[in-house]
């Protein structure tokens, strides 16, 4: 296993809506992920490499490459579901990286070479999309992503499965992953299609605060003294929030909704005329999921609000000079306007 | 997974009859579904496959050429010597559904292969010592979203109907897509349960359909009727009006008509058309047609026909969006037009040859592995499949040596050939600043920007615009290949304040080293558009000193750079000429601020390089 010591997630200071973001995707990883916008030093890849402390543990198919779920026939890769006696671990989510250096053979899986040289055969060799099967695949600098990588990325981000048809392989298996992406926006946009595939994002801005960025300073130096005792500090509430997030999975499936709120998730899209139905959806998921952390089973006003702060601001048509900002006050009227919400 | 059923699906109406209309008569020639994000393009096409019972075969964007066309059998040919065929993608495709999602984004390889399968419907298989034909008679779907550039025209014709989706914005419609998608996604087991008797029912109404159609006939006036709408709506070729004929009686057999109607052949114009019409430069009618806008002019009734009447009431906005000489038919498909405006326009080509700046293939190791050669010196790039087919074939004179099967020599390597979308990035600086020019200056921008990417699918050329005044530069337009994005950003085009020239040279700078990390294959240009009159200091207090220093730095950078000076006063100060000089770049004085000599200049400019 990883050894490496990562910053405490929970000692983070600040920072709330990206931490929040981030935690409603390991309760429900059906949500679409999350990019994370902002400028330099403001602890993004901190946080995301933080996660790894805190994701949940999951059941996974002993010795499987893709990490198959053992009780879900329906995700599984062609092996596992061939076989009737699967062997159930207990596991962790990870993070997985994917370097914006990476080659689309490394990204995709290729040819197993050596084997094909031995035996004459092809077979496949798994690249990043398997391990990211059920994990959260991390790609830092997004924007600088090549075009084509991006392309296979998003394709399998969408369908859930990475189709290889290439080189001589013909192979697909589950990929089924968090897609979380850091950026900073003044090196150049992502395009407009990556950006749909997110379900979340959130703009990040350094803690102008004096007595937070005093307290950012403080536990940044008291983690490089001595990062084992700081770890040790911050072991309590890390199992808190661990707790907490396997508590809002087991929750979120009870987690219901009025009509009243899919009515008013369509209307907040159709006043914004953003594109498609991908932000309706993802606006009641984030609702629901966001319920279940604060536990309760039922979606509120106050879900919705937070819903559509993260779900809308990029999926608004742009206008120049202007910041792409939104008029969130407006939604929140919408919202608050609705009786029994 | 078990799919989203077909008849679960809210709205999008077209789109489904569209599908529905290839099951009926696979003649129809496939759907080209084009459209903005999460509208259930790909869902429909999933979910109409799972419906009739046939395979989706799903072509992904890094196919490359090998499993799609198929190759040699390399354990067989290791194995026993024996050269067999090992099929590919189109060999399944067969008798299915052919599926390409993002097809505009395939690469011009591939995309030239499809063409000619789905034409041709049959693959002839020539390569890695392999000869093979078979049958290719599939139904092709591809989806695309506009906004991220348009289909190459050879392909764009090989598609039977186009069908463009939005959302719907009916707030009903609206809550049930989401309140069917959660239920879905709840427990799809149970929710596709629950369609099972509409899913079985459609399916039996298309096989009603089928054998309606077998007993259809086409009256050659309505044969006429087709050619009439074909050419009246300029469409090259012939393949147009085949495909109206047969798109309206598949219609007519869905439909339960008794013969196929000039109604028929109307509502097919609407898929058939869009995608083929000829059509003048959107932008130009639209401005001529806007004077006459409300008038709401009814179709010409000169030639034929009672037919007009039976039109389904049209958007006046759609009208506008046509040029003068359109029937009805016409008509009815104009809100397809953008993309087939574009796409035609570039299909006549008048513009010059295909780019031959524009480098589709990548000479370093990067980009899409499409297909191999043989290398001309020293590999470092090989293609290893094709190489070990080579040392396949060659096998029975060699002895492989520590255990391996295969014996591999330095004569049978291979070497990919790569492509990447590349082509020229094209970034324009504007003094957006109050100077008297300003609005001019940017209208010309803007109208340049849209002339240079209303071929850009073609040459992968990208723009992007940078604008500055008042206290520093935006970025207005990032660098993009998408006409779409283009006209959604520089809808409104603010100007006014002071003139930050160091900061908007410097931002362009920027943007343009930033853009290198992406695309290094691209050759970039920097398009300086100014009267070079600055006032507004970057780093010192002297702002033309910045201005200075900045465009050095444009030098030293080695991006191909030009200067168009839009100063016109009677008394010239020649600063931009200075600035030009110190970047080592073209200078043009512009006498007319005007988009088209802007896209002029740009394009001499490019070429030349």
Known sequence: MDKKAYFPFTAIVGQEKMKRALIL?????????????????????????????VLPERDEVENCPFSCDPHDRNCQCESCRSREDLTAVKRRMRVVDLPVSATEDRVVGTLDIERALRTGEKHFEPGILADANRNILYIDEINLLDDHVVDVILDSAAMGVNTVER??????????????????PEEGDLRPQLLDRFGLVVDVKGETDIEMRTEVVKRYLEYELDPEAFLERWRHEQEKLRDKISEAQKLLRTVTYSDEILRLAAEISVSLGVDGHRADISMIKTACTNAAYEGRNSVSGEDMKLAAELVLPHRMRRKPFEEQRMDITAVFEMIESREGI | MTPYPFTAIVGQERLKLALILNLVD???????????????????????????????????????????????????????????????????????????DEINLLGTHISGILAEVIASQE??????????????????????????????????????????VSGEEDIELRTEVIRRRLEYELDPESFCA??????????????????????LSISEEILRFCALAANSALCEGNRCEIILAETAKALCAWRNGAEVTADDVSEAAKFVLPHRMRNAPQEETVQQNTETSDKNEPPENTEDNSQTETEPPQDTALQEENSAEQNEKAEAAGDELPLSAEGIKSAAGKNGGSGKRSKTIANENSGRYVRSTVPHGKCTDIAVIPTLCNAALNQRRRTPENGMKLSVRPSDIRKKIREKRTGATILFAVDASGSMGAKRRMRAVKGAVKGLLSEAYRKRDRVGVVAFRGNGA????????????????????????????????????ELLRAERIRTPDALQYLIFISDGKANVPLRSDDPFGDALTAAEQVRLSGVGAMVLDTENSYIRFGYAKQIAERMDAQYISLDEVTGSAVEENVREFINNE
């Open chain 1, 25 to 53: 995707n390991l309760i429900d990883p059906a949500l679409g992920g999350v990019l994370i916008k902002g400028e330099k030093g403001t602890a993004k890849s901190t946080a995301v490499r933080a996660l790894t402390e």
């Open chain 1, 167 to 184: 080189e001589g392989v013909s192979f697909s298996h589950p990929a089924r992953f968090v897609l979380v992406g850091t950026m900073n």
């Open chain 2, 26 to 100: 696979p003649a129809v020639g496939g759907v080209l579904i084009s459209g903005e994000k999460g509208t259930a393009k790909s869902t429909a096409v999933r979910a109409i496959a799972a419906l009739s019972g046939r395979k989706t075969v799903e072509v992904p964007l890094n196919v490359t050429e090998d499993r799609l066309v198929g190759t040699l059998d390399l354990t067989n040919a290791v194995n026993s010597g024996e050269k067999c065929f090992e099929k590919g993608l189109l060999y399944e495709a067969d008798g299915n559904f052919l599926y390409v």
């Open chain 2, 123 to 164: 693959n002839i298989v020539s390569r890695d010592g392999i000869e093979y034909r078979h049958p290719c008679r599939c139904i092709p779907i591809g989806t695309m979203n506009p906004e991220e550039g348009t289909l190459r025209p050879q392909l764009l014709d090989k598609f039977g109907l186009f069908v463009n």
């Open chain 2, 194 to 215: 629950r369609f099972r008797p509409q899913e079985e029912k459609l399916a039996r109404q298309i096989i009603d359909a089928k054998k309606r159609l077998e007993r």
């Open chain 2, 474 to 509: 935006q970025t207005l337009l990032n660098i993009t290949g998408s006409p779409e994005l283009a006209r959604k950003c520089m809808d409104e085009l603010p100007t006014g304040g002071k003139t930050p020239l160091a900061a908007g040279i410097a931002a362009a700078c």
